[in-house]
C-alpha cells in the first residue's frame, strides 16, 4: 500500500467523532454510518452481553459472549435436509420460480451495462454473483439466516454459512429499548464453526491502516461491518431467523420417522414377528426309567442347564432368521413344535402410499410455495394452470421477493451506485396469453365485414370488435 493511502485510512481512522454513552466523542473507523472505530468494536464486543447466537442449550452467559452450541434441534435440521428425498426438487422449483424474472434496477441501459456484468462475473472462489445470491437465499431459508459478504466489485460477494458468523448487538442510547446490529463477528477460516465465547479480542489496528480490513491480531477473527455484509434471513424479527423447516417441524418429523422405521423394517424385521413354541419336554428322559427320568429333570442343575441349550439354540435360530436371504431355508432344531406368524400391523406399502402423497406436498408448503405450482397437490378439473401460477406467483412468490430483495438491495446499491436492485415485475399469464380470444374476434369481424358488403347492416359493430381487439394486445 502506497504512503499517500496509508495516510489516508490514519486520517480516516482519526477524524470520524462518534458520540458515546455520556456524549463523550470517540474515534470512529471504517463504519461511518455506525461511529464505530476499532477501539469501539473491541469495546463491543468485549462488553456485549448478548450476541446473536440464541441456542437453547446453553442458558447462562459465561463472560461475554453467549457460546455458540449445537443441540438436538441442529441434528434434526441437518437430518431432514441430507434424507428427505424430494427436499432437492422442491427447493430447486423453489429458486427458479424466485429469480424466473431476474434482477434489475428498473433502468434498462444499468442493467445490462453494470448489474447484469456484475451478477454474471465470478467472485474470488470462481463462483458467480448471481449464484451466490441463490446459495444464500436458499441457506437463509433452510437454516434460518445466512451470510451475504461483500469484499470488492472485483472479488464479489461471498456467502458466510449461518453457523460460522455471529451479530454483535448493542443498547441503543438514544432511543433506549432497541438493540441494534454493531458488527459481525466470523472465523477466519471458512466453513468453521464460530464462537467468541468469553475470550478478549484484540483488533489489529496496523492491518487496517494497511489494508483496511478489521481482524484480530492472532488472526482467527474478522470484523464486517453492516455496510459490508448481509445478516439475510427468512423472519426479520430475530437476528437468528427461524428455519422453515423447523417451523413444520410436528409433519416432518412424522415423515422422518415414517423413513427411519420403513428403512429398519425392511433391513430387519421385513415379515413381522415369529413365534417358535418349544416342546413340552425337549430334552427329556425318553430312554430313562420314567420315575429316574423325573428325577433328573426335576434337578435344578439339569433344569438350568437346558434352559441354557434351549436359550443358545433359540438365538442361533434368531440370528439366521435375520441373515437369510428371502429365499433361503431356515433349519430349526427339533426343540420347537409349532411356528406362529404375527404380520405387522402396519404394512411396508402404507408407509410408501403415505410418502408418496403426502411428502412433496408438506415439504412445498414449509417452503411457502403453492404445491400445485411445481407440479405436487391436487389440481381442480375447472381451475386452469395460469389461474394457478398466476395465484401462486402473486401471493408466495413476490412476497417472498420482496423479503429477500429488501435485504439485500442496500449493500448492493451503495457499492454498484444503483438506487435500488430489485426483483423485475411479474406479468400475469392470463393478461399476456390471450391470442385465442383475439383470434376469435378477428374471425368474427371478418365475418361481419362479409355480411355488409353483401349489403347487411350492423351499425359500429365492426369498430366495436376493432377497439375491444386494442384493449387486449
Known amino acids: ?27 470512529k473507523g471504517p463504519g461511518a454510518s455506525n461511529g464505530m472505530g476499532p477501539e469501539d468494536i473491541m469495546k463491543a464486543l468485549n462488553e456485549c452481553t448478548e450476541c446473536s447466537d440464541t441456542s437453547p442449550i446453553t442458558s447462562v452467559y459465561d463472560g461475554n459472549f453467549k457460546p455458540a452450541t449445537t ?28 429469480f424466473s424474472n431476474g434482477l434489475t434496477t428498473g433502468d434498462p441501459d444499468s442493467d445490462d451495462l453494470q448489474l447484469k456484468d456484475f451478477l454474471y462475473k465470478q467472485n474470488i472462489k470462481g463462483i458467480p454473483n448471481y449464484q451466490v445470491l441463490r446459495n444464500a437465499i436458499l441457506h437463509a431459508k433452510l437454516y434460518g439466516k445466512c451470510g451475504l459478504r461483500w469484499l470488492s466489485e472485483e472479488d464479489g460477494l461471498i456467502m458466510v454459512p449461518h453457523n460460522s458468523y455471529v451479530t454483535v448487538l448493542e443498547d441503543d442510547d438514544e432511543y ?50 453492516p455496510e459490508n455484509f448481509v445478516n439475510l434471513r427468512c423472519d426479520l424479527q430475530t437476528e437468528e431467523g427461524v428455519s422453515c423447516l423447523m417451523r413444520d417441524k410436528q409433519r416432518l418429523e412424522i415423515l422422518c420417522n415414517a423413513y427411519q422405521r420403513l428403512n429398519y423394517d425392511i433391513k430387519y424385521d421385513g415379515p413381522g414377528r415369529l413365534i417358535f413354541w418349544m416342546k413340552d419336554d425337549p430334552y427329556g428322559g425318553a430312554g430313562i426309567d420314567h420315575s429316574a427320568g423325573e428325577i433328573v429333570n426335576n434337578m435344578s442343575g439339569s433344569r438350568n442347564t437346558r434352559a441354557e441349550k434351549a436359550r443358545a439354540e433359540t438365538e442361533e435360530l434368531g440370528r439366521k432368521i435375520k441373515d437369510s436371504g428371502s429365499d433361503s431355508v431356515v433349519l430349526a432344531p427339533n426343540i420347537f413344535e409349532d411356528m406362529d406368524h404375527l404380520p405387522r400391523v402396519t404394512k411396508a406399502t402404507e408407509f410408501l402410499d403415505y410418502l408418496t402423497m403426502k411428502e412433496g406436498s408438506i415439504i412445498a408448503q414449509c417452503l411457502g410455495i403453492t404445491p400445485e405450482l411445481i407440479g405436487l397437490g391436487d389440481v381442480s378439473g375447472n381451475v386452469s394452470m395460469e389461474k394457478i401460477i398466476d395465484n401462486a406467483m402473486s401471493n408466495t412468490i413476490v412476497p417472498e421477493r420482496e423479503l429477500f430483495a429488501t435485504q439485500f438491495s442496500p449493500m448492493l446499491a451503495h ?27 378477428a374471425l368474427s369481424i371478418a365475418q361481419f365485414e362479409s355480411v355488409e358488403d353483401s349489403g347487411g347492416k350492423f351499425d359500429g359493430v365492426v369498430e366495436h370488435l376493432c377497439e375491444l381487439i386494442m384493449t387486449m394486445m
Open 1 to 27: 500500500m502506497s504512503k499517500r493511502k496509508k495516510k489516508k485510512n490514519a486520517q480516516k481512522l482519526s477524524s470520524l467523532e462518534y458520540k458515546g454513552p455520556g456524549g463523550k466523542s470517540k474515534t
Open 71 to 98: 443441540g438436538r434441534e441442529e441434528d434434526d435440521l441437518e437430518w431432514m435436509i441430507d434424507n428427505l428425498p424430494t427436499l432437492p426438487y422442491v427447493t430447486g422449483s423453489y429458486l427458479d420460480f424466485m
Open 176 to 225: 433506549g429499548g432497541i438493540r441494534k446490529p454493531v458488527c459481525y463477528a466470523m472465523s477466519f477460516k471458512e466453513g468453521e464453526n464460530f464462537t467468541l465465547g468469553s475470550k478478549d479480542i484484540k483488533l489489529d489496528e496496523a492491518e487496517f491502516l494497511e489494508k483496511g480490513r478489521l481482524v484480530s491480531k492472532n488472526k482467527d477473527i474478522v470484523v464486517e461491518m
Open 415 to 441: 457499492h454498484l451506485g444503483f438506487k435500488k436492485v430489485f426483483f423485475d415485475k411479474y406479468e400475469l399469464k392470463q393478461s399476456i396469453d390471450r391470442s385465442a380470444e383475439v383470434y376469435k374476434l
